[in-house]
């Protein structure tokens, strides 16, 4: 078993924790940049750069004009950050994929022995059917 650095917050689940000793550093990395592209701070980062890039662009602010209408650099820029981010998503969704398998799988091995032990004590209180047909014939009268 390799050893890595310590994990990101509490990971309480055995199934958490298998994942992420086991986790190589690409796939750490591609779960840290997939929560990043998946928060409001990274979103208010990109349109706050964006808005600044056009203001400097379009209306040439600080006597800069490095990217005129149509703005093609900032559409390569774009186009480049997207080429990698999809990919990384999508290992990080296949990662939580794993991971959510892993755990249904944990969940439903301990629901069978929890229903294993729950069998075993009411079979231990269990009373034999006669003994409550007996117990109601004294307490209620016949009816016939």
Same mark, same amino acid.
């Given at each position: 078993?390799?050893?890595?650095?310590?994990?990101?917050?509490?990971?309480?689940?055995?199934?958490?924790?298998?994942?992420?000793?086991?986790?190589?550093?690409?796939? *750490?990395?591609?779960? *840290?940049?997939?929560?990043?592209?998946?928060?409001?701070?990274? $979103?208010?980062?990109?349109?706050?750069?964006?808005?600044?890039?056009? !203001?400097? &662009?379009?209306?040439?602010?600080? !006597?800069?004009?490095?990217?005129?209408?149509?703005?093609?650099?900032?559409?390569?820029?774009?186009?480049?950050?997207?080429?990698?981010?999809?990919? $990384?998503?999508?290992?990080?969704? &296949?990662?939580? !994929?794993?991971?959510? *398998?892993?755990?249904?799988?944990?969940?439903?091995?301990?629901?069978? *022995?929890?229903?294993?032990?729950?069998?075993?004590? $009411?079979?231990?209180?269990?009373?034999?059917?006669?003994?409550?047909?007996?117990?109601?014939?004294?307490?209620?009268?016949?009816?016939?």
């Amino acid at each position: 078993m390799r050893k890595h650095h310590a994990p990101p917050g509490p990971l309480f689940s055995p199934v958490n924790i298998h994942h992420y000793e086991h986790a190589t550093l690409g796939e *750490r990395a591609a779960d *840290r940049v997939a929560a990043g592209f998946g928060s409001w701070r990274y $979103l208010g980062y990109q349109t706050a750069g964006v808005t600044v890039w056009l !203001a400097i &662009n379009a209306v040439g602010l600080f !006597a800069l004009h490095w990217d005129p209408y149509p703005f093609i650099l900032l559409n390569l820029i774009f186009s480049t950050q997207a080429s990698y981010a999809a990919p $990384l998503i999508l290992l990080a969704q &296949n990662r939580q !994929a794993d991971r959510d *398998r892993m755990k249904a799988e944990h969940d439903y091995r301990v629901n069978e *022995r929890a229903e294993a032990k729950i069998d075993l004590l $009411l079979s231990q209180f269990k009373v034999p059917q006669d003994v409550i047909d007996a117990a109601l014939r004294r307490v209620e009268p016949d009816v016939s």
